[in-house]
């Protein structure tokens, strides 16, 4: 991820409209809050505002965190937040080591970079404290940036596709027995921002088509995506699922 990465993503958010599914994040993880306060690893946090929310959902709640917020890529300083309840770290999460656990490992939107999930899942419960939670924020099937991830990105030798049914069954796989727990939050999103020119669409496939890097687009790809966001235009809905489950030794 870049520079580039950081600003379409920013570009993209900017056309989510109503309100975040944050205060059900920080509903969760206040649930493995201990004495006022909850050591949070954010995975692939990107400028570290989607967290910084959560943080400041839970500090109404009364609560403190601290947050660790690893990503491939850190944004320069214009872009990434100044908090000092985050401290950023630079790195590949499949490299991160560390003899510390946290009350909550949590990855918004982001386990799709995994090539091996299984492997990757597994890294993330062992840095989970017994009692603690292991959270991941993923697009539903019926969202539609889903909807052009899959039909545009995904071909039929790519493997498993991974929706929030996915997710939820390889989170439960994890705890050995039991299910998941799965919260879903939908709003709608403004088609219009992709629609205006060449940049903008394919400023919006860089983030919905998952790849990592920064190639851009075919122009017959954009064109295939435009004609099929202004069936939905003006507006769309896109919906996320909140899978998550609370570690105990059995998960391990
Ligand atoms: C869609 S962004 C989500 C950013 C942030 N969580 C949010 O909700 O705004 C995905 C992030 O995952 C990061 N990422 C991808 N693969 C990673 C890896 N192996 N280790 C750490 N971060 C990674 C990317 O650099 C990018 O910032």
Redesign the pocket.
């Known amino acids: 991820?870049d520079e580039t990465?950081?600003n379409d993503?920013l570009r993209l958010?900017a056309a989510f409209k109503g309100i975040s599914e944050t205060p059900i994040l920080a509903r969760i993880i206040e649930q493995a809050a201990v004495s006022g306060s909850v050591r949070i690893l954010?995975?692939?946090?990107?400028?570290?505002?989607?967290?910084q929310k959560v943080c400041d959902c839970l500090c109404k709640a009364g609560i403190t965190s601290i947050v660790t917020g690893?990503?491939?890529?850190l944004?320069p300083e214009s872009f990434r937040i100044n908090d000092a309840r985050i401290f950023f770290l630079q790195?590949?999460?499949?490299t991160?080591t560390t003899d510390e656990t946290y009350d909550v490992v949590n990855?918004?939107?982001?386990l799709?970079?995994?090539p091996r999930l299984k492997e990757?899942l597994l890294r993330m419960i062992r840095l989970v404290r017994p009692g603690g939670i292991l959270a991941a924020?993923v697009w539903c099937s019926d969202c539609i940036l889903y909807q052009v991830h899959k039909t545009f990105f995904i071909s039929a030798s790519s493997g498993p596709v991974l929706d929030e049914a996915a997710v939820q069954r390889h989170f439960s796989e994890l705890q050995k027995g039991g299910q998941a727990n799965i919260e879903f939050f939908s709003g709608p999103i403004d088609l219009n921002n992709f629609l205006e020119d060449e940049a903008s669409i394919q400023s919006f496939l860089n983030?919905v088509s998952?790849q990592?890097g920064t190639e851009r687009c075919t122009s017959a790809t954009s064109s295939a995506v435009r004609l099929f966001l202004l069936k939905h235009a003006p507006i769309g809905m896109r919906k996320n699922a909140i899978v998550w489950l609370r570690v105990d030794d059995s998960s391990k």
């Open positions: 991820m990465y950081t993503l958010k954010d995975v692939g946090t990107g400028t570290g505002v989607s967290i690893i990503d491939l890529f944004p790195g590949d999460f499949n991160f990855a918004t939107q982001m799709y970079y995994f990757t924020t983030i998952r990592s």
